[in-house]
């Protein structure tokens, strides 16, 4: 499925006015009625490299980029009616899940994390009522934040 870079309506960037460094993004909002989503990974020229908030109403499958190697604090979590999020595909690029990113995504059922996950912050699973798959690295740090 492809989506309009257009329905990722804000973003944070970190420009630094060299060449010496890349041009990164997150994303910080998704405005769409899609139930399957793919971030993009790039936005305007920037490289997507984070997930730092998605409104997730409606979205039942997300794909990420293997340019994602971090998912922040909240990032898909819903503290009321719950996720509707059954399906993620996580980058293989991945290192960090922030705290509560997933948080009352009660619909997920399984995830694989990739290896290339080190940290998997307090809470990132939490209220995921539905999940009866975690595939983890036996390497991977769970946070006690």
Do not use: H
Not at 30 to 39: A, F, H, L, S
């Amino acid at each position: 499925m492809q989506v309009c870079t257009t329905k990722f309506r804000q973003a944070t960037a970190l420009v630094i006015p060299t060449d010496s460094f890349p041009k990164t993004i997150a994303i910080t909002d998704y405005n769409g009625y899609d139930t399957e989503v793919t971030i993009p990974s790039k936005i305007d020229g920037f490289t997507v490299t984070g997930v730092e908030n998605m409104d997730t109403s409606n979205i039942k499958k997300i794909v990420m980029p293997d340019t994602v190697t971090y998912i922040g604090e909240s990032a898909f979590a819903d503290s009321s009616d719950g996720v509707p999020l059954e399906e993620v595909v996580l980058s293989k690029n991945l290192k960090t899940i922030g705290p509560w990113a997933f948080s009352g995504c009660f619909e997920l059922k399984s995830i694989d994390i990739p290896e290339s996950v080190t940290e998997i912050e307090n809470g990132a699973f939490s209220g995921c009522y539905s999940l009866k798959n975690f595939n983890v690295s036996q390497n991977t740090n769970f946070g006690d934040r």
